[in-house]
């Protein structure tokens, strides 16, 4: 993982990014990134992506939600940095569902065992119809 690799999943989020942090946080309590909804990307000590998380809550978000992961002794020994997309407060849960759902695909963690199934996003205004004239 490297800030071009997080350019591309921040790519994935498109206007529900709420802001770019291309470098991995510790992770360790306190966690110093508060975000209401989130998709985060959790690397072991050899670099290697072993869980991708999403986090959708009104209060305490992501920072409450790497604590209750840090609770866990085997994860506090595995995971060693977090990158953080931040999405935008109100984000709906399909859509942070379906944000970390592809981050999943593209990244393959070797310790996520329930990912979402990867969505193309949905668009509110309606594609023409090829080959229909006006």
């Not at 966690?31 to 072991?44: E, G, K, M, Q, S």
């Not at 963690?109 to 969505?119: D, E, N, Q, V």
Request: proline share 11%; aromatic share 8%; hydrophobic share 40%.
């Amino acid at each position: 993982m490297n800030s071009t690799v997080y350019q591309v999943l921040c790519s994935y989020a498109g206007s529900t990014l709420l802001w770019s942090h291309p470098w991995p946080v510790p992770a360790a309590l306190p966690f110093p990134i508060h975000a209401t909804a989130a998709v985060y990307v959790v690397l072991d000590d050899g670099g290697r992506c072993c869980y991708v998380g999403s986090v959708c809550r009104g209060s305490g978000g992501l920072a409450d939600r790497l604590s209750e992961h840090l609770r866990d002794p085997a994860k506090r020994v595995r995971w060693h940095a977090v990158w953080v997309l931040p999405l935008q407060p109100g984000t709906s849960t399909p859509e942070v569902r379906r944000i970390e759902g592809v981050v999943g695909a593209h990244l393959g963690p070797h310790g996520s065992r329930r990912l979402p199934m990867p969505k193309p996003p949905k668009f509110s205004v309606g594609c023409p119809a090829i080959g229909v004239s006006a």
